[in-house]
């Protein structure tokens, strides 16, 4: 057919109207449905979203206190090994002074009894003193060990117990 002889439909009054009611009924069933439902994703959207925001803050200040603990245990562990070293150069510097005035004290033997009995005497004496400053040692030592781990611990603790909690929803 060509162009000048098609006829062109014109709908009946009817059928116009129930076109018509039928778009105004669609339309409204349309807006209705998704308007509830954008409002009801958007409410959703929010509340996730809040949701998300306090466990980033949860999070960020829990790995702030770990950070802090981590902090703390530096700065004992670095006043620690001062003390430590401290007390190490106090016995090398004993350690010294010993060994002159054992010296001394061999050099003034005239008799070889004199000799055996100040050996003796200096190998006790050195014996005691390093038992006793190796215990100092061995205390402060372990005293900086259990000091070290203490913010450590208890960043583990808190861990343990946040992980028990339920999430919250």
């Keep these: 057919m060509s162009a000048t002889t098609r006829k062109s439909r014109t709908p009946k009054p009817a059928e116009s109207e129930f076109a018509g009611a039928t778009l105004v009924v669609a339309k409204d069933a349309v807006e209705t449905l ?4 954008a409002e009801k994703t958007y409410a959703y959207a929010r509340e996730q979203l809040t949701a998300t925001a306090k466990a980033g803050a949860t999070a960020a200040l829990f790995g702030k ?5 981590a902090l703390d245990a530096g700065n004992v562990l670095v006043a620690g090994a001062q003390g430590i070293g401290q007390l190490w150069m106090a016995l090398m510097q004993g350690a010294v002074d010993d060994g002159i005035g054992a010296a001394r004290r061999l050099a003034a033997c005239r008799t070889t009894k004199d000799l055996i009995d100040a050996q003796g005497e200096i190998a006790r004496v050195s014996y005691q003193k390093f038992a006793s400053e190796g215990r100092k040692l061995s205390d402060l030592s372990a005293k900086l060990a259990g000091d070290v781990s203490a913010p450590i611990a208890a960043r583990v603790g808190a861990a343990a117990d946040a992980l028990a909690k339920p ?3």
Excluded: E, P, Q, R
Excluded at 65 to 69: E, F, G, Q
């Design 167 to 169: 999430f919250a929803a």
């Design 65 to 69: 206190a770990n950070l802090d603990a």
């Design 34 to 37: 998704f308007g509830a439902s």
